[in-house]
């Protein structure tokens, strides 16, 4: 889909409908296909809708002998007969076209796994063409304008998989794979939601997009294989201890040291994320020590506990330990 097409759509779109997590605001060929399709079939309903209710006013109130042709033979075949027929003939082929068109997988795309977890998203990149794999959570970061292939499953119960700005859903069953591809047109930063009820915090499950342009992306990636840095300050490394000391490794990987649970986000880079909490909050110290500290309340019935019990000054330390490890 062409940049102008892409600029007309947004002119169409009201103002209040554009933003970050928005169907209306498309950022993508596929989006744009879907905006069509939803602005075709509303106006069309919409149009039809007032034609129906037009007529029926008129045949409750319009004197007898002037709506006498409304029971007429010709006004049933053409408007009750003919009339349905051609408008659904023309929107259901209108329609497999845009479901044929959208979500094709295209040769070369960039290969991203996702796990719907309650409640958040684990994001792989596999091993590719000898980059490393390697996970993180939360964010989807893709290169702009290259073609992405989204292979998505679940951990837990289903959930749905939704970035308003760039395509269509796809549910994330236990035990099933689905995919989804799509390509970013523009450089941006979007919001993915999760799209099925799935608990407690499913209002709460929500992820970045970050759309780069090819070098940023290749930058990032390759800043992601790598293992976690090591702490360069007595702060950092007090922290680290913390982390050590408190079990944190047995729910979270940070490559490069003994920490190896597999079942919360890999927090190997978790300060170079944007939000966190499945984007909940702005990543800095003071939201990073919040949430150690208040995770239940914050987000009650996720699987990690509140460590309510270390002190303002571990906390910190903590906190500014995860935020070092860009
Ligand atoms: Cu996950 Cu709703």
Aim: with cysteine.
């Amino acid at each position: 889909m062409t940049t102008r097409a892409a600029a007309f759509a947004c002119a169409l779109s009201l103002a209040g409908c554009s933003g970050v997590q928005s169907a209306l605001d498309p950022a993508g060929g596929d989006a744009l296909r879907i905006y069509w399709l939803t602005l075709i079939m509303t106006l069309g309903g919409t149009l039809i809708f007032l034609l129906v209710t037009g007529v029926l006013l008129y045949a409750i109130f319009a004197p007898p002998e002037r709506r006498a042709w409304l029971g007429g033979r010709r006004t049933i075949v053409v408007g009750g007969l003919a009339f349905p027929i051609v408008v659904l003939s023309g929107l259901l082929p209108y329609g497999l076209i845009v479901m044929r068109d959208t979500d094709v997988p295209m040769p070369g795309a960039l290969q991203v796994e996702v796990i719907g977890e309650q409640y958040w998203w684990r994001v792989k990149y596999p091993e590719e063409g000898g980059k490393s794999e390697f996970s993180t959570a939360n964010e989807l970061i893709v290169p702009v304008g290259s073609p992405v292939t989204v292979t998505v499953t679940s951990a837990d119960v289903i959930h749905s998989f939704w970035i308003p700005n760039l395509g269509g859903k796809i549910d994330m069953i236990p035990g099933r794979i689905n995919r989804l591809s799509f390509t970013a047109e523009r450089p941006g930063i979007y919001r993915g939601v999760c799209a099925e009820f799935c608990g407690d915090q499913h209002a709460r499950m929500a992820f970045d997009v970050v759309a780069l342009e090819r070098t940023a992306f290749e930058a990032w990636r390759a800043a992601q294989e790598k293992p976690a840095r090591e702490p360069d300050l007595p702060f950092l490394s007090r922290g680290r201890a913390l982390f050590r000391a408190a079990g944190c490794g047995s729910c979270h990987v940070v490559r490069g040291t003994e920490a190896d649970g597999a079942f919360g986000p890999d927090l190997t880079h978790v300060g170079s994320r944007r939000t966190i909490g499945a984007g909940q909050f702005p990543n800095n110290i003071g939201t990073l020590a919040g949430w150690i500290a208040n995770t239940q309340h914050i987000k009650p019935g996720v699987r990690m506990p509140s460590y309510g019990s270390f002190t303002g000054e571990e906390l910190r330390s903590l906190a500014a330990y995860l935020e070092s490890l860009k």
